[in-house]
């Protein structure tokens, strides 16, 4: 055990010898443009929720390595159990747009039918699994999904993400317990990003290190700089491996910082120090992953431009479309309880539908 | 057919499913060679292997949490949870996840997953072995709540459980396991959900109960039928989606109604059926309807037989049905 | 007498009985330096310090744990749960522990605490941040469950709530915490447990509504009162152990009853109180028992307001209560 | 971290040098009695169970060195959160024996009312919290009693135990990282006996041992032969002072052996192998001890006769008087439930009463 933490790329985009993952440049371009766009998804969020048109954003800025380069090297058919820092995956993937950004608005052509939250997708197509709010819940089930697996000896990944609050949650115990004693095929992603909402990493345990965590259950753990997609990718390349020729798990934590606030309802200036944020930013995993491309001739300043204004053209389309689209109709409030609405859901629907329109906007009066 | 006890039903029906359908696994506490601290496991690790049925580690939580998972990956598990009292490590997974993974995800993503737990009292369990506590899960939209009182029921409604899309909340009367015996269907046998059973056909007041209860309120039945009291016996035996029509229409017969349930009285199971009473069907009361449940106090183990709702709380409740 | 709002007399409560014994401490996620994500803490550890106010890690289990142990060995302990859907991973400690360490250990050992949470809809939280779980704790011999609906209630029941000799689980109506102000005595102020309060007189049907509920319900009372109808509202504010007289004598008074609660409608705790009227006041009832209620689905996001109880709902309610 | 584990008593009595905690000979006497009195107190209780008169037991045969030498360094103002296999701490600390024959029975003179199953003690008397059923619960409980001394400047000491089975509970995980944090004076006692009921400790976790478990909190984790009381003893006392003196928790794993079935209800035939009970008797704490003592001339056999019955006869009388003292009277189950009963269980219970006596013999016809 050691709390050594793994890094590649070194300051000005160099790297350590002998440990490059040695990616293919459409690969390296892949990830980079990934990162880039997840930001600006992150940026037009907050802004979005800013603006009183979406109820809520969360980003994950300064955490784009630490997901995408953990992502990376599943394969399509490998599946996630996602928490809600992680927008780079499904961009990653080619998940639909749109099916984000319905999301957020909750309306119509968001797979999960404004059920839930911003942030909180459902997207099948990319075995992306419906994020929940309780903390550490997708844990202990991306351990069973990955059990199952393995009974039917398919040949299945899973990847599953929490931060360092997650690690005190009833599930990371459990879930990372079962894992290990099955040697099931998962694994476990600790984005440390040091602060759960305002307690500080210091304060959420006593350890010095998330990785160490690993030794309870008798699995790897390894340590990395989370703001290094090389170093990560590396990491979890290696990781995603072991699980799939059937060596069991393995808990990686990725040491990174949440650069902005919890989420739209937080500000951070009332608990943490600005120069705590100057410190990371001088680490920032975009700037220091451009530094390698550009030295390596794959990066300039106008194919970012363009990649960028392209992005931002599909979501700004997105949006619109979005918002346009409406909430889902007052009959689908009670669909998906269960396969089939209950005799009483029936009834409910019906009564609610006789009183006929969304009460959304003013009461109207009810003659007694 | 087969004589069977409730607990070999169980059994049964589980060995049913997993013969016919690979995706179902069994797993818990004590499930696998020990074959249940109950015996509702007893021979399934030997037939289908440690694949198939097998024993977790003591945590309710990994159980539900990698049952899920399971299921959402599309496996059909059973999980047994030693005692309902000791479910509640895993209160989270169940209420949070199993019962909203349909419903959050837009049907996206599904639960279909079975937890089997032997509850309520009767066994000198005591405090903590003893506790009905059905009344939780009924009140979390996107489960089902399924209690059997016979052997046949046991099996037929466990398969159709296993069989169900959604996530089943299975409740076995630890009480009657193997007290109760009666004729079982051999091999396939679906009771489907949703659906009471009119246990004894009466006219001058209903008796809703199920679970160990039904038996008891048997018992009552024969007694006030001496008396002169003839008593209808309705066994919803689905909590959650309730068969409303079997109780309101033999509550608009009878005109009366008693609820009995061995849980604490307030806010308990009996309270719903209560309140669907006095809301639908209150023309046709020609007295109050009257629970007979559990003390509002937490399982004693000395007194557990003053405790539960016998034969003569039973026979006190439905008199005050006729003297309002 | 200051005019505050619900939030800020739950954190004046807090601060006052802080001030008056110094073994009662705060603690939960964020209630430190941040104050809370609402705010109730807000000023308590500038005030008190990091030994008597102070953030713990992410485990509602742990919260509930380690709290019940300091109730145990004397201290006054008022958790925080930042929300109540987020309190299930604690809901062992809470039932099988706190709930019944006084009776399983024949009053040798006790346990004082508090559990505040913020619960209910209203907020734009959707799925896990709008759930109403009252009934849970309700059903649970040996809690306390307490909910205000306006300013000088909050702070008067927390404080009875912390001198109170065993767990109460306080819930807030988040939806109010800001918009519902009102005059509150400074300083000392005791509302007592298990005394509900008649908010408005009536004569035509009694309407049962706790938290932010209550507030509807008064609107829906003055558009009643337009059209003739005379509307009396009783708040519990205690669900458990409840006030019993003052919801039987108003319905005996009205003839006519309206449960209205936002949990999902089956086994919610408007069923307990239709289920004791069915009991006890049937005789005087010219009309059923109504519930309104959240519908038996999961807390939905873009349909929250068409989930709610709303005026419309209401007044639809009692109607039925004059058609049978 | 290691996998060692430390024992001092070898082979015939000897002691590994230098080890030795060097305890007075009284205190080494009180030590061997307890243990001695600990298996005849199991003996009767299951010998009762079998009889049928009582309704279950449950033995800590074989841990009677692992309970009683990690209880024996705690003051008497210390505290014990216990599980339901350390029968020898209400005797090392002088209980009333009337107090846990009557337990067992569910008989007046219970201090817990006869509201549980036998051996779920509790006894204000001697600071032993009462014992609850639900594995682990009672491992963060202790953790907050803890932080409340410690918050109180009280230099209380805590100690918790729990089997190897509990280390899954969800109250391990949330009690050993709060006590970490807080540096709570707290020590964690896991004894180690192999087996949760029917499930090996190997199928438990996928970690070698449950004492590297500490390292995913920060905190000491200590691996000792639990059928050696003076190992045990004195790594309990180091953990003890270490606690009272501020520097925080430690966690003990005693390796031992659950000797009988795991309870009155079980059969360990069933699922486990002969021959791994003898391997184990070869190392049956008692004996060990008596060898030790032996060589020191502290032991004889006539002393340990007389000191046998000597407490057999307390303990006969004894449950003579709780056999005799019978059940509570009915009104006493609406007790306790709050500090004064509410109006609902105050009707409830005059319900009852008017339904006069106990429905326990036989139901008699209720007229209608
Ligand atoms: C069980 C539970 N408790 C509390 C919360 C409220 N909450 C939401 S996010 C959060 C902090 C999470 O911190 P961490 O796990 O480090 O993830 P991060 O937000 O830093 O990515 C808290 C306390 C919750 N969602 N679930
Ligand atoms: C939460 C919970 N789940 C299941 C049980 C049933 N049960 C009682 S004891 C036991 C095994 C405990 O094993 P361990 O912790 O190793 O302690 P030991 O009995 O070996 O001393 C189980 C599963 C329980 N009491 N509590
Ligand atoms: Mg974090
Ligand atoms: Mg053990």
Same mark, same amino acid.
């Given at each position: ?11 000005? @985009? ?41 109820? +809520? ?100 990944? +899973? ?39 305002? %307690?500080?990493?210091?304060?959420? $345990? ?28 590396? %990491? ?9 020729? @059937? ?6 934590? $990725? ?100 009183? @006929? ?12 | ?35 249940? #601290? ?21 945590? &309710? ?10 299921? !959402? ?94 996530? #089943?909340?299975?409740? &076995? ?10 004729? !079982? ?5 679906? #009771? ?14 209903? !008796? ?13 039945? &024969? ?34 109604? #008693? ?26 009361? &020609?007295?109050?309807? !009257? ?34």
């Amino acid at each position: 055990m050691t709390s050594e933490v793994l890094t590649i790329l070194e300051k000005d @985009g160099k790297v350590q010898k002998g440990k490059d993952p040695n990616l293919s440049d459409d690969r390296l371009r892949l990830l980079f443009a990934t990162m880039v766009k997840a930001r600006i998804l992150d940026e037009r969020g907050l802004t979005l929720q800013r603006q009183g048109r979406i109820g +809520f954003y969360l980003q994950a800025l300064g955490q784009e390595a630490s997901h995408v380069g953990s992502a990376a090297p599943m394969l399509d058919s490998d599946w996630f159990f996602p928490a809600y820092r992680q927008p780079g995956i499904p961009l990653l993937r080619g998940a639909e747009l749109d099916q984000i950004v319905c999301e957020w608005f909750g309306h119509q052509g968001d797979p999960s039918k404004g059920r839930q939250m911003p942030v909180h997708y459902s997207l099948r197509s990319i075995n992306f699994v419906s994020i929940s709010s309780p903390i550490g819940t997708q844990i202990s089930q991306a351990a069973g999904a990955a059990m199952a697996a393995k009974i039917r000896k398919e040949d299945t990944v +899973f990847m599953t993400y929490f931060g360092d609050g997650g690690t005190s949650s009833n599930d990371f115990h459990a879930g990372l317990n079962f894992a290990a004693v099955y040697k099931a095929p998962v694994v476990f992603i600790c984005e440390n990003n040091q602060w759960a909402i305002s %307690v500080p990493a210091s304060r959420q $345990t006593g350890s010095e290190t998330m990785a160490q965590k690993a030794v309870a259950y008798g699995m790897p753990g390894i340590r990395v700089d989370g703001n290094d997609v090389l170093a990560v990718y590396r %990491v979890c390349q290696e990781a995603v491996d072991r699980a799939r020729k @059937g060596e069991g798990p393995t808990m990686v934590e $990725t040491v990174t910082y949440r650069m902005g606030s919890h989420s739209s309802s937080d500000d951070a200036s009332r608990y943490r120090d600005e120069e705590e944020y100057e410190r990371w930013k001088q680490r920032d995993p975009i700037v220091r992953f451009q530094e390698y491309l550009a030295r390596r001739k794959l990066w300039t300043a106008e194919w970012q431009a363009e990649l960028e204004q392209e992005f931002k053209d599909q979501l700004n389309a997105a949006i619109k479309r979005a918002e346009a689209a409406g909430k889902p109709e007052l009959g689908s409030m009670f669909d998906d309880v269960y396969l089939k609405p209950s005799a009483q859901l029936l009834a409910q629907r019906t009564q609610l539908q006789s009183l @006929g329109g969304a009460a959304d906007e003013e009461i109207g009066e009810f003659p007694l | 057919m087969a004589n069977m006890t409730l607990l070999g039903a169980v059994n049964d029906a589980m060995a049913t499913e997993m013969r016919n359908d690979d995706r179902v696994v069994v797993f818990g506490e004590d499930v696998g060679k020990k074959g249940g #601290v109950f015996g509702a496991t007893v021979g399934l690790q030997d037939e289908f292997g440690t694949d198939r049925c097998f024993d977790t580690p003591l945590s &309710e939580c990994g159980i539900i949490g990698t049952g899920i998972g399971m299921a !959402v990956y599309g496996m059909r598990p059973v999980a047994e949870i030693q005692f309902l009292d000791f479910i509640y490590p895993a209160f989270d997974q169940i209420v949070s996840e199993a019962a909203k993974m349909r419903y959050r995800s837009g049907g996206e993503y599904t639960c279909p997953m079975v937890i089997r737990s032997p509850y309520g009292g009767g066994i000198r369990g005591g405090h903590y072995h003893s506790q009905s506590s059905e009344a939780y899960f009924c009140h979390t939209p996107g489960l089902k709540v399924v209690i059997p009182s016979t052997p046949a029921d046991a099996k037929g409604l466990l398969i159709a459980s296993i069989r169900d899309e959604d996530p #089943v909340m299975f409740l &076995e009367p630890k009480r009657i396991y193997r007290t109760v015996k009666g004729e !079982v269907p051999e091999g396939e046998h679906v #009771v489907p959900l949703s659906k009471g059973r009119v246990v004894r056909e009466g006219t001058d007041c209903t !008796v809703v109960a199920y679970g160990a209860m039904v038996h008891i309120c048997e018992q009552a039945a &024969e007694q006030a039928a001496k008396q002169g009291r003839n008593l209808e016996i309705v066994d919803p035996r689905t909590l959650v989606p309730l068969d409303e029509d079997i109780i309101l229409s033999s509550v608009k017969k009878t005109g009366r109604c #008693v609820v009995v349930y061995e849980a604490p009285k307030t806010c308990g199971y009996g309270a719903e059926i209560a309140a669907l009473i006095a809301e639908q069907v209150i023309e046709y009361l &020609e007295g109050p309807v !009257v629970r007979v449940a559990g003390f509002d106090t937490p399982f004693p183990y000395a007194l557990e037989n003053l405790y539960m709702p016998d034969v003569r709380r039973i026979l006190e409740g439905v008199q005050r049905t006729f003297t309002w």
